[in-house]
């Protein structure tokens, strides 16, 4: 038997204890939009398929100037990326050359092992609400300046979404700010706090983006970095030259100019996410943390690690357990948004197998 997996998104374990195919899962457990692909990636994958013949462009213009134009930034500050995964390693041997890296707990577990390649071993910050890392950061007696930060806006696993201005508040005092902002394409325009817009008047800033997540990808991997010209040179000596495929550019710039898609992302999560939160907050035991994307954290009285394995073996049901997740351990989950036929299927299964399982136990 495979060990708990520390990712959502593992079918094969989840498939194992449910005894089924991972096709037959219905899967809450990685936070992917249940609307794609898009049509327009699908069809520009099959035009170019035969680009699987050549290497990729290493200068990756063609890529870097859609993502410039749909970010309106230099196409000197773009660098995609095998995934947000990658460039978070580039990110992470930067950060482990100041004096420690502060972190969001509880947080994205890929940060640390990003970390602890480079010999960092990261110092955390409580994230409770929306403004207590801030306070403990500002409260710390180390030199700001000579350490780093790795935020992630919205957050995961919280679902907070953080106002820019506290990251400008920070900027100004911090050696190093990275912003993960795999989720913040959720957001429509008029709601972002993305601080994209901000690379060219702060140097110690970089924001990495992934396409995962969104448009639904995570097999193709494709991220991007954006930030100064001076910080992607550094970061392209390290690399391997041809990190992105061919076919993860093409559906990538048709990813990037599909308005339609994103439009219809946007009214479809709406409505999704308020009713989704309104029928999890429905169940006694179940207290839903308010979350602005398109998964939610939710604190659960009875033990999680029994309601995952019971969802899976009585409804084929996978949801992601919290025990990567400092401080979390068996007594919250998180869910993704899915389609509203989904969602309710979920919330009535989780009724179903709740009143037959134990309360939490304190192991995190
Ligand atoms: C906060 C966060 N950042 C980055 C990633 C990695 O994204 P990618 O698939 O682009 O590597 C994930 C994936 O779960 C994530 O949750």
Redesign the pocket.
């Known amino acids: 038997m495979m060990s708990r997996p520390v ?1 959502g998104g593992n079918l094969a374990w989840a498939a194992g204890l449910a005894h089924c195919a991972p096709a037959e899962l219905l899967d809450f457990s990685a936070s992917i939009s249940p609307l794609g692909p898009p049509r327009s990636v699908r069809a520009a994958v099959q035009a170019d398929f035969l680009s699987v013949r050549d290497y990729p462009d290493p200068a990756y213009g063609d890529l870097r100037r859609a993502i410039a134009h749909h970010h309106k930034v230099p196409i000197e500050s773009v660098m995609p990326g095998n ?3 990658e460039l ?1 390693t580039w990110a992470a041997r930067d950060l482990a050359q100041m004096e420690t890296c502060f972190c969001l707990s509880p947080g ?1 577990s ?1 940060y640390d092992r990003a970390l602890q390649a480079f010999g960092c071993v990261s110092t955390k910050l409580p994230c409770f609400n929306a403004s207590n890392w801030q306070e403990s950061l500002l409260g710390q007696s180390l030199d700001l300046e000579q350490c780093g930060l790795l935020l ?1 806006n919205p957050h ?1 696993p919280t679902g907070m979404l953080f106002d820019r201005e506290q990251i400008r508040s920070v900027l100004s005092r911090v050696g190093l700010v990275v912003v ?1 902002e ?1 989720f913040m394409d959720f957001l429509p325009p008029e709601r972002s706090q993305s601080v994209i817009d901000w690379i060219s008047e702060f140097e110690n800033l970089v924001v990495i983006r ?1 396409l ?1 997540k969104f448009y639904s990808m ?1 097999g193709l991997r494709l ?1 991007y970095a954006i930030a100064q010209p001076k910080t992607l040179k550094r970061w392209q000596t390290w690399r391997d030259p041809w990190s992105v495929n061919t076919l993860a550019i093409s559906a990538g710039i048709a990813a990037l100019q599909d308005t339609k898609f994103q439009r219809q992302t946007w009214d479809w999560l709406a409505a999704a996410n308020r009713q989704m939160y309104k029928s999890l907050a429905a169940i006694p035991e179940l207290s839903p943390l308010p979350g602005c994307v398109n998964f939610f954290l939710v604190a659960c009285e009875k033990s999680v690690t029994a309601l995952q394995e019971n969802l899976l073996k009585r409804h084929r049901i996978y949801i992601r357990d919290c025990m990567s997740f400092e401080g979390l351990g068996d007594r919250y989950f998180r869910v993704a948004v899915k389609m509203q036929d989904e969602n309710l299927r979920l919330v009535r299964a989780i009724a179903d197998v709740l009143p037959h399982l134990p309360e939490a136990s304190d192991v995190i």
Do not use: I, R, Y
Request: proline share 7%; no cysteine; net charge negative.
């Open positions: 990712h995934g947000a995964a978070l994205f890929d992630n995961n993960d795999a992934s995962t995570p991220g």
